[in-house]
């Protein structure tokens, strides 16, 4: 008599069922990025927070000091002008950069002809080094050999030379000016982007009904381009407002500060001026600012009643 | 028969001693010293990281006798270079972390800063100073801290005063004024000749702080007294101030935002008529390397001279000193003491400084008779650089306080701020006190 076969089935092993659970995969694959940030990212950013409650100076460990850094900070004229600096560098900069950004996104995005080349070529400030473009700028911006001065004298316009570097008003706008310049390109390319997204047939039922360009742009563009508006702008300010580059060649923070900003001087207090601690200190005083930034960008313009163009 | 490394170094310190009697540019002291020397480790590497040189022939001589060195030891030494800003940011780092060049060039104060992580020079050091007639207490003074060398002062750049000799002689001075008074009137002649003079205002590490120091000094301000207690708020501190001002008004505008090479710039363009700077400038001019006849008319007119006399009475100046430090964590602390013995005897020394051509002035006296400072009238004004610096932080203790204060640009904002009408000279002599307390600590 032949014996039933029964099919005995196997229960998987322990490392084959670990090896098909989506969470045990999920937290594999995700180690080596969390490892990453937690040596490159968490681990620095802990030691500037530790660092600026203590007096560490360069070769020399420091101890713990509370907040004395901050107390010191907080009576120091210079550090507070560094705080105006970088806010009124920030919001000027990264404001001309939306609006002239906005604005060559939507030009860019009507019908060209070279259309690919001259979103190529809105690129290139982006591409191009900052060290590289900060000293191109210098020499636009001197004194003496300044082409922009040359130019406006040749033409009759004025009949001396701008001091673009060295009066602190005209500082603060040039270095303004070199940052929108060099950001537009970021904004503009991301918009575009975005502006490529929003279906034609939504513009098409707005003319039927009668819209105008404006009525388009405001009722149709802007909403739907918010959230992109919000990811780009987030971003913008924070690369504006940790700039350290085109500061520290154009104008090391001079004329007398005018122009240093949170990060340039605590560069010239961390590491120049061997006070490890107070550079430190000066670094963390900007994460609020950051923060705010960002909370700002994910809490405010991602409101959908917002993006839908409606009050709170 | 087999020469061991011992016997190569001690062949080849032999040979600098012998040079040194038949020498042709020391002086004759005391070269009948016992020799020193080390037997480097085996297999040794160095890495070297130096400034960039502003005289081609300064970094040509310095891998020349590297090199001779390498023959001679077979250690091999590899030299980098950076911008000479950019060595005290790399140094402090590579102090503060343990790695990095086993040696390096560093600039004033630098040494001070973390002396606890740099190998003690002492022993050479004192060899050094014996054999060559001793140091210059100036450059001394930033090489050592409680009697110990941290590192070897290897040389002072001279800063000067440069000027156009037609221009001066257009303005009615038939000599260069010696006294400050003299030199304001001289500027302001100048100026109406429609040839301004410029200074550094700006945030320039050896520019700005030359002429800010220059400024301070020969009215006879000074940051701190001896005690490291903060002075600079003071009558003479006033004086100066109220002399920058009027001097300011001579100058050429924009001065206030002038970084290192902006000076420079505008003199070799014929833009201003008197600059403070190295004789890198003249350099420039005398090298031509592009052949500008312009230049070259420029170069026939320059003539350089010490800065002028203030009040005080005597040429007190800040110059940049640059030393050359070992760092704790080199594996080879031998092969490296054996190096910088090396480069620092004579006919390394004397070449080399001869090659820098008036841009490196040398710490060890014996070295004052180099015959580079005859080889070019405008190289005299250099001579001396080591013999009469004044150290940083005047007349405080070197260290922490002096470096940090240097380098948040306290002296160099305080005249700027002052001449640019942003602030009184009272207010900014206040500000400026208010923010060295802050460095020493009050």
Known sequence: MAVPSVAVQRRPSFLSRLAESRNTLGLGFMLPAAALLLVFLTYPLGLGVWLGFTDTRIGRPGIYIGVENYEYLWSDSVFWLSVFNTLLYTVSASTLKFMLGLWLALILNEKLPFKSFFRAVVLLPWVVPTVLSAIAFWWIYDSQFSILSWALQQMGLIDHRINFLGDPTNARASVIAANVWRGIPFVAITLLAGLQTIPQSLYEAATLDGASRWQLFRHVTLPLLTPIIAITMTFSVLFTFTDFQLIYVLTRGGPVNATHLMATLSFQRGISGGQLGEGAAIAVAMIPFLLAAILFSYFGLQRRRWQQGGGD | MKFTRRDVIRTTAGAAVAGALGSRFVGSSAFAQEGLTYKPEEGAKLRLLRWSPFVQGDEDQWLKNTKRFTEATGVDVRVDKESWEDIRPKAAVAANVGSGPDLMLVWFDDPHQYPDKLLDVTELGDYLGKKYGGWHDGPKQYATREGKFLGLPLATIGNAIVYRESWVKEAGFSEFPKDTAGFLELCKALKAKGHPAGFTHGHGVGDGNNYAHWLLWSHGGQMVDEAGKVTINSPETLK???????????????????????????????????????????????????????????????????????????????????????????????????????????????????????????????????????????????????????????????????????????????????????????????????????????
Not at chain 2, 257 to 275: T, Y
Not at chain 2, 290 to 305: C, N, S, V
Not at chain 2, 320 to 336: D, K, L, M, R
């Open chain 2, 240 to 442: 100066a101030i109220q002399y920058a001002q009027e001097l300011y008004k001579t100058f050429i505008p924009g001065t206030e935002s002038w970084l290192d090479v902006n000076n420079n710039r505008a003199f070799l363009a014929g833009e201003v008529s008197v600059i403070a700077n190295g004789i890198s400038v003249y350099n420039t001019a005398k090298v031509n390397k592009d052949k500008d006849p312009k230049l070259t008319e420029i170069a026939k007119d320059m003539r350089t001279t010490n800065m002028p006399i203030g009040p005080v009475g005597k040429s007190v100046e800040l110059y940049q000193v640059t030393t050359a430090v070992i760092f704790g964590y080199t594996p080879y602390p031998n092969a490296a003491k054996a190096y910088l013995q090396f480069m620092f005897e004579d006919p390394q020394m004397s070449d080399w400084i001869t090659s820098s051509a008036g841009y490196c002035c040398q710490t060890l006296k014996a070295f004052d008779s180099n015959p580079v400072w005859k080889a070019d009238p405008n190289n005299a004004a250099y001579a001396k650089a080591s013999a009469t610096l004044r150290p940083n932080g005047y007349a405080g203790p070197l260290g922490y306080a002096s470096a940090a204060t240097m380098a948040d640009y306290v002296l160099v904002d305080m005249f700027a701020k002052a001449v640019t009408g942003q602030a009184t000279p009272q207010e900014a002599m206040e500000e400026a006190e208010k923010r060295a307390n802050r460095y020493y600590r009050v």
